[in-house]
Each structure stands twice: as C-alpha cells, then as structure tokens.
C-alpha cells in the first residue's frame, strides 16, 4: 500500500476520533492512574446514528466504564404454515417497533398479507385466506430513529 493511500485511509479515521471527542466532552470521564483516582467521568453517549447506539456508564469501585452497543433494527426469516393465516415472529429489538418491512420469498399464491400487531417482543404476520403451501418472507423491524 502507498503511502498516499495510508493517508486516504487516515482521513475518515481522524474525523471519527474526532466526532467521538465532541461526544464525550459532554460528559466527564474519571481516569486512573496506577489504582489512584486522577479525574472525574460520568457516563456518556459515545456515538449514535441510524441503527447503533454506543454509550458508557461509570463503574468507579472497579476503575472501569462500562460501554454497551444497542441495535435499533433486528431481522430474520418468517413461514406462515400451509393450512395457516398467521404467525406470530419474536424479535430482538426489545421495544414495539415503528416499522415492520416485509418481503415474501415465495409465491404468495395471491394472497394479501400484513403486519397485524406489534409488541416489544413479537409481531404478527397474517394472511387473508390460508394456502395449501408454506409462504415464507424475510423481515426486518426497525425502532424509531
């Protein structure tokens, strides 16, 4: 790799670094030196955007701050059964999701379907009139951005 192209790859590294100093300004972080505490810290929402949240909390008793990553999107595969008009998915999202995005794998044999309830764990994929084969769909459910 030449040297110009280290410093194509450095450019979107800075800005990041960058980005996650104003993030964190806005909290105050403790520092540790050597088991004495040298600073303060709070927690802090480290960086956010469309489908991830990062954050930190003070754990000053183990000289630690904690991170934790948050999706705000699951996804997966779904079949409505032959013979059934519903299913009901769990998602991961831990919230009632905004939005429920469908899309059938297979022939839906003309039959119209549906999100027809949405909780903080599930949500329901139902069909007008039952089929004599399975009808299977990818999903995605996303929370509110």
């Known amino acids: 790799m030449t040297n110009s192209s280290w410093f194509v790859l450095t450019?979107?590294?800075?800005?990041?670094?960058?980005?996650?100093?104003?993030?964190?300004?806005?909290?105050?972080?403790?520092?540790?030196?050597?088991?004495?505490?040298?600073?303060?810290?709070?927690?802090?929402?480290?960086?956010?955007?469309?489908?991830?949240?990062?954050?930190?909390?003070?754990?000053?008793?183990?000289?630690?701050?904690?991170?934790?990553?948050?999706?705000?999107?699951?996804?997966?595969?779904?079949?409505?059964?032959?013979?059934?008009?519903?299913?009901a998915v769990t998602h991961a999202l831990g919230a009632t999701p905004a939005r429920v995005l469908l899309s059938p794998t297979t022939d839906t044999l003309g039959a119209r379907f549906w999100v027809s309830a949405k909780t903080s764990s599930n949500f329901t994929i139902t069909i007008n009139t039952s089929q004599a084969s399975d009808i299977d769909f990818d999903w995605r459910v996303q929370a509110e951005e």
């Open 11 to 87: 450019i979107p590294f800075m800005a990041l670094l960058m980005a996650v100093a104003v993030h964190v300004s806005g909290g105050l972080v403790d520092f540790y030196h050597e088991g004495s505490h040298v600073a303060q810290r709070a927690g802090a929402n480290l960086v956010s955007g469309n489908g991830i949240s990062i954050s930190s909390a003070d754990d000053a008793p183990n000289s630690r701050v904690g991170f934790t990553v948050s999706t705000k999107a699951d996804s997966g595969a779904a079949t409505v059964a032959a013979g059934a008009t519903s299913i």
